[in-house]
Structure formats: C-alpha cells, structure tokens
C-alpha cells in the first residue's frame, strides 16, 4: 500500500516500509540531569509502594535496561523490518552501555537516533557516533539568550554545556545533527532566532508543538493558531532563503515534519522497578499491547489492540478524517488526541483548522461510544474521561 506521509527530507520515518521506529527508552522515564519546564514525564507515576525519593534510588541501582536485553529486543526489531532504533530515556547517556547500544543497533543494520539533552556528551560517545550515520537529537540553542535556555531547563550551566556538544557534532563525520524546541510559551518568541540559526548553520530544525504530559495536563499556553502562525513565518523564509527544504503545507505537530510513529512505529516505555518490556504505539500512548519480557515481539505486532493505530484510517474519527490534507500529516500528534479524550481514535486537538468551538468538544472530536472497537475493553482506553480544558 502507497504511504503518501513518508518524509526523505527528514531523520525519521524515512523509508517505505510498514515497520519504521522502533523507540525504546533505556533509562526510566525520569531518570535525567535536568528540570525542563516542558518534560512530559514531569508527573509520571513511579510506583505505589515507595515515594520519590526512594524511587530514584532504586532508579539508580537497576531501573535501566540491561544490555543484554536492549540487544534482545532490537535483534526482534530488525526481524520485523523496523528501520530506525530511537534510544532514549529520561536521559539515555546516563546508560553506563550507551556506546555499546549505539554500536549494537549499527550491527543489526538499523539507523540509530539518539535523543539527548547534550550534557553528557564525552569525547568517547561522539567517537563511538562517528561515521556511523548515527542521528543524534539534541535541545534547541537561542543565539545570545544562555538565560532562557538555563531558566527552560532549571540548570544554570546548561547553555554553555548544550553549545560545547553541538560545537562538536557538528563537525563530526557521520552524524546527522537535529536540534528540538518544543513550543513553550517561554521559547515561542525565540523559535524564529532559532529556526534561522539552524538554516544557517546547516543543521534539521525540529519545532513541534508541547504535547500535553503524561497527565493530560498541557504544559504551553501557545494556541494552536500561534503555532500554525508561527509555521506560515518558517516557510516564507524557507521560500525566500531555502525553497527545497519548504513545507508544502502548515500542519502540526511539527513544522515540516509529519508524525506517523503510531501508525509505522512501536515504542518500548520504562517505568522503572523492572517494568522496561511494555510496547506502546507512542511515547504518549497509554495502551500497552505486550510485554517484550513475557512475549517476542512478533507475537506483540499482532495483538489486535494494535488494529487501531496500524490501521488508523478506518478508525480515525472526527475533523481529522475528513481533512483535505489528512493524507500528508495523518491526523497531527495522536499522542495528543489520546492524552486529551482518552482515545486514539480521535481527532488531533492542536490543529488550527478545527475552530476553537469544535476542538475541546468530545462530541465533535472523539467516537460516540467504544461499541465495535478493538479496543472496547480496553482498560487503557478511556474515552472522553479525562477532564477537559478551554484550550
């Protein structure tokens, strides 16, 4: 079947086949060095039976994923034709293995995508990246505002550590290098700085929406017509300066950049205290449909919790469905359509063309009811419940 969504121009999702990203966090979900005002695992549960603290020391002693399984589990996904090994955390060059993972991945013929917040990056990491055709994802710089960059991220050497390691991968053989900003009201007016720094400087830009945390909660106060603004601002100057690289059309999550993990892609969560073998179709998804502990991950990809998401549009519901460009961004950020109605089969809330009437309104936005879905006693799935914003 012809997929129309792939992205050659980008980092991710680049090739023709049914199985892309296989993302897999290493570290659990919390385990990072910094604070950043946008971190949607800010609120994750990390256990019933101790508190935080005692937690992150557990977290410390054996919450990561041992080697031997990360091998394990990406040997799987090279079986299934995945593409792409996404490794992250929490912050995954915490992992005393990280070089070995990335070496790992490269053996198994899969493009290794490393995401990082750039603090931990040694000289002996970058020469293990090196001519490895490695994509390394790091945090977003702002010429001249080391202030906003260490307020974002709740450290006051953040800056200075972020441009030393973007200072050399850059210049580092065989790396593509990929700076993220989430669209926080705190970075919002710095995005354009940002986006042309990157352009200048010959290096992927990927601005994106802040999609609500694991909570439900948002965590930006940028509208969804601030964005779509923002994004038309990017591809003028695309069109003036660099009009092979301009979006053809202005749609979310990201600029230029359509995201399509739910539908091709599999993501492995880790919640800390042994529990690192779940399989979710996105880092926002809350539907688990296996245990790459308890089951391989060829019996995983035919559970048919995921017909929803592998076949999303017979399932797909609301504006979105019936949007003239839903071929090309295939329904925004679905993470973001789950974690505000508790459905995945719902329309993506963060779209400027759905009007600000309709896109807070379930009843526009997600299915009637749960009758004849896949995922109608779905524990996880829990349409329209969770209490709605005025966004």
């Known amino acids: 079947m012809e997929k129309s969504f792939y992205t050659p121009p980008g980092f991710r999702e680049k090739n023709d086949s049914d199985n892309q990203c296989f993302g897999i966090e290493v570290v659990p979900g919390r385990r990072c060095t910094l604070n950043c005002e946008a971190c949607y695992k800010t609120r994750q549960k990390v256990g019933s039976l101790c508190g935080i603290g005692q937690a992150l020391n557990i977290r410390m002693e054996n919450g990561d994923i041992p080697l031997e399984d990360f091998n394990d589990y990406v040997d799987q996904a090279a079986k299934e034709g995945f593409q792409e090994v996404a490794i992250l955390g929490g912050e995954p060059t915490?992992?005393?293995?990280?070089?070995?993972?990335?070496?790992?991945?490269?053996?198994?013929?899969?493009?290794?995508?490393?995401?990082?917040?750039?603090?931990?990056?040694?000289?002996?990491?970058?020469?293990?990246?090196?001519?490895?055709?490695?994509?390394?994802?790091?945090?977003?710089?702002?010429?001249?505002?080391?202030?906003?960059?260490?307020?974002?991220?709740?450290?006051?050497?953040?800056?200075?550590?972020?441009?030393?390691?973007?200072?050399?991968?850059?210049?580092?053989k065989g790396i593509q290098l990929v700076l993220e900003m989430p669209l926080t009201g705190s970075l919002y007016n710095h995005a354009f700085d940002f986006f042309t720094y990157c352009r200048k400087n010959n290096i992927t830009p990927f601005i994106e929406i802040s999609r609500r945390n694991d909570s439900g909660e948002a965590t930006t106060c940028v509208t969804p017509e601030q964005v779509k603004e923002l994004f038309e601002r990017f591809r003028e100057y695309d069109l003036e300066h660099h009009p092979e690289l301009a979006s053809e059309v202005i749609f979310p999550p990201a600029y230029g950049n359509p995201c399509t993990m739910s539908v091709t892609g599999i993501h492995v969560k880790n919640f800390d205290n042994g529990d690192y073998g779940g399989v979710y179709s996105c880092c926002a998804q809350g539907i688990r449909h296996g245990d790459l502990k308890e089951q391989p991950l060829s019996e995983i990809m035919k559970s048919s919790t995921l017909t929803v998401f592998r076949d999303q549009d017979k399932y797909i519901v609301g504006p979105c469905k019936d949007c003239d460009i839903y071929d090309t961004c295939k329904g925004g950020c679905r993470g973001q359509a789950y974690l505000k109605f508790g459905c995945p089969r719902a329309s993506n809330p963060s779209c400027h063309r759905t009007s600000k009437q309709k896109r807070n309104d379930p009843a526009v936005m997600a299915p009637e009811s749960c009758e004849g879905c896949p995922l109608e006693d779905c524990d996880q799935c829990n349409l329209t419940q969770i209490e709605l914003d005025a966004a």
């Open 94 to 172: 915490m992992h005393r293995n990280i070089e070995e993972m990335v070496r790992s991945t490269r053996e198994f013929d899969l493009i290794p995508i490393l995401v990082t917040n750039g603090q931990i990056m040694n000289d002996s990491l970058i020469k293990a990246l090196s001519d490895s055709g490695t994509v390394v994802v790091t945090h977003a710089v702002i010429p001249g505002r080391s202030d906003v960059m260490n307020r974002f991220a709740g450290r006051p050497d953040y800056a200075g550590n972020l441009f030393r390691a973007i200072n050399k991968l850059q210049y580092t």
